[in-house]
């Protein structure tokens, strides 16, 4: 089939074998990046290519106990988001089961009686393996679909950009192309749901008893209660952010006393909404400023497809050997550097610092899954301040950011955090430690915003018994 008969954007898509769409009982969706049943491209083609062989369409998502760094309060996130999908994909007539258990037996079962297998696109290294193996062993076309970049990051960029400022002019010259709806197109025939198995709309509670037997990662608890997961969620949160503290967005982005900002990250991490709809929404917003839709565009745009062009173009993202020739030059050069204090990662993670504002923040994260990017960037720097070595410091603030964080794991986790290591920043004035790197200091925060209160509205955020 040619692709360009369908109305997603080629561009889009990219065929992961040399197999052909052969006779079979269903088009299969293996839905894993993109968790949402709105601006999903993915689906959308998915739907177009069931329909243009008269066949039903089958969703399947895969429940892996295991995955990367994956614990109790991401599995819960992202579990209220599924039961958000299956419901919607439900009332368009489309099937859908999610199975629990090894993922390339289930998709390689579920592909035997597929006639095309789509799925969507993940930036980091595990995901793109899965999709790579996926192609290999399917007989059957195999289909990867683009939909969490609002300009696919191969068209945006052949190459790791230096910055912002690099990539911001790419995206700029092809933004009014990729900025378009994607309309839901009615499936024809529908797979009865009697004959999959997986999740039961009228049960669910039962598949998470079921994955809760799972051995999966119980050290961090829900936050379920802060952040429920899910599309119907986050379209609230959107509507809530625009109606009641968006205006203060621009210039409250460095006062982590305010909540003026959206706290979208972690739905998006788990794809529960599309950062298409997120930029046409901002765009449309007739009662925004252009400054408070520029700065969020930016954003939602430029600084988050900066981090994808980062993990797909660097294969080292997830270590110190990632960061640019300068930066790990001179921060190694530092290395004999009297430090004033060195902390454990022990003592980092029980927020026992001598410094009431790094501490609010490591507490802030643990408790709710989230922190206001000011104090994120501080955070980091701190860390690097207060270890070892730089490497040790990288380690330390991965392993604390992706546990922790609901919007942890993601590019966006790999590029904030090696951004206080120098990426996507330029050389500064040399100083102990940090050499040519950006460093912050505390009295910085007391003099550009109300520090204090940040530390009383975490303070009294958090439970009693901590
Ligand atoms: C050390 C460090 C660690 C970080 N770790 C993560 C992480 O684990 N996961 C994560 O999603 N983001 C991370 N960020 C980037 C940023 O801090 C968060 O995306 C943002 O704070 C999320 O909150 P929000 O949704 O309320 O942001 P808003 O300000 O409302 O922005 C909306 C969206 O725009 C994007 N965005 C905003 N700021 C940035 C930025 N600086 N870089 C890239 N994209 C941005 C995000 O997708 C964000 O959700 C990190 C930044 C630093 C400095």
Redesign the pocket.
Known sequence: MNPDNLRIQNSRIRVLNDKLVRKGEYILYWMQQSQRTEYNHALEYAVELANHFDLPLYVLFVLVADYPEANLRHYTFMLEGLLDVQQSLLRRGIAMSVKIGDRDRILREAEKRAAAVVCDMGYLRHQRLWRKILGQNSGCRVICVESDAVVPVETASPKMEYGAYTLRPKINRLLEAYLREVPETPVKKELSIRKIQGIDPKNPEKVLDAFSAQNIDRSVPSVSRLFPGGTTHAKHRVEE?IKNRAAG?AEN?NQPQTDD?????????FGQIS?LY?ALKMRGEGTLTGEVKQR?LE??IV??E??INFVYYNPDYDHFGCLPGWAAQTLTSHLGDKRDYVYTRGQLEAAETHDPYWNASLKEMKHTG????YM??Y??KKVIEWSKSPEDAFKT?LYL??KY?L???????Y???A??FGLHDRPWKERPIFGMVRYMAATGLERKCDIRAYVEKVEAGIPVSD
């Open positions: 952010f967005y982005s900002v959206s706290h979208i990250g972690p739905y998006l991490h950062p997120l969020f954003q939602i600084r988050r900066l981090s989230y922190m206001h990017n994120r960037m955070w980091a603030l950011n992706n964080f919007d942890g794991r993601d590019p966006n986790s590029a904030g955090v951004w206080a």
